[in-house]
């Protein structure tokens, strides 16, 4: 891999909202665990009811930016069984970020969806729950796909594990999307030709299109995009980062592996705040 690209360490700032900076697991957390409780977590929103979810005393849930009591409001009164996911899975610090498509009555959305357990309990459910209207920028609508969102897995297998010679280290995922937000569009390194990045599915962008690779790593100046929440899923190559962009709240995804990116999944919606501040 290119000094240029995703090699490098995540800034203090990042590494504080993104666990622990060592290795192994945290205490008591797996992929079965975390894998699970995804599942269960569809479920109970399919069901209308987060009676079942093994959830803390002091679990958070936001949907789009707005803190609302769980099950009550939003998404979980209307939505239908789940249609498509993928999800990286980070043991270290027992974190999901999954991008799936959810009905919401009659009409099929894109669906973020952040857990964070601790003692296997749910304490952090972050929703960004795509309706028509809801991604703006400077003023003009874009349109959701969510077919696109579903067969983005032909191309990128994002769940697909990494063979061990080929996986990027932890530090480096890491590293690769902090680069991407702090410099864009001058971040935008180590993609191979083919690779094509989605917003809620809609158009089909060459990940390279508008942009570049600076040179290093992002220093101590100001960054384009912030990075408020980024983390990894090492054995299936998949980097998960957080931001605001142009009044959207963001969940980005990316498929790395022997160094070059293959794929990038952004859900946008529109919010004042991401909520997690």
Request: glycine content about 12%; some cysteine; overall charge negative.
């Amino acid at each position: 891999m290119s000094a240029e690209g995703a090699s490098g360490s995540a800034t203090s700032a990042t590494s504080a909202t993104s666990g622990t900076g060592g290795g192994g697991e945290a205490a008591g957390c797996t992929r079965d665990l975390l894998k699970s409780t995804i599942d269960a977590y569809f479920e109970a929103l399919a069901a209308h009811d987060p009676s079942t979810l093994p959830l803390a005393d002091s679990v958070k849930f936001t949907e789009n930016g707005e803190a609302v009591e769980l099950g009550q409001e939003g998404l979980w009164k209307t939505a239908g069984a789940l249609k498509h996911a993928h999800s990286a899975l980070d043991t270290e610090t027992c974190s999901s970020a999954s991008q799936a498509v959810v009905p919401d009555g009659g009409m099929d959305i894109p669906l973020a969806l952040r857990l964070k357990l601790e003692n296997q309990k749910i304490t952090e459910i972050e929703t960004i729950a795509v309706r028509p209207g809801d991604y703006k920028v400077s003023g003009q609508d874009f349109a959701s796909n969510t077919a696109a969102i579903i067969a983005s897995g032909d191309t990128v297998e994002w769940e697909e594990p990494v063979a061990a010679e080929d996986r990027n280290a932890r530090d480096e995922l890491i590293g690769w999307m902090e680069k991407y937000f702090w410099l864009f569009p001058r971040g935008v390194c180590d993609t191979v030709s083919g690779c094509k990045r989605i917003e809620n599915g809609g158009g089909s962008f060459d990940c390279s299109a508008g942009a570049s690779c600076a040179p290093g790593q992002p220093g101590s100046g100001t960054p384009a995009l912030t990075p408020r929440l980024i983390f990894a899923d090492v054995e299936t190559g998949i980097g998960v980062g957080f931001t605001m962009f142009m009044g959207n709240t963001d969940m980005h995804m990316f498929k790395m592996y022997g160094g070059q990116v293959y794929g990038v999944s952004a859900i946008l919606g529109a919010a004042s705040s991401s909520g997690w501040e």
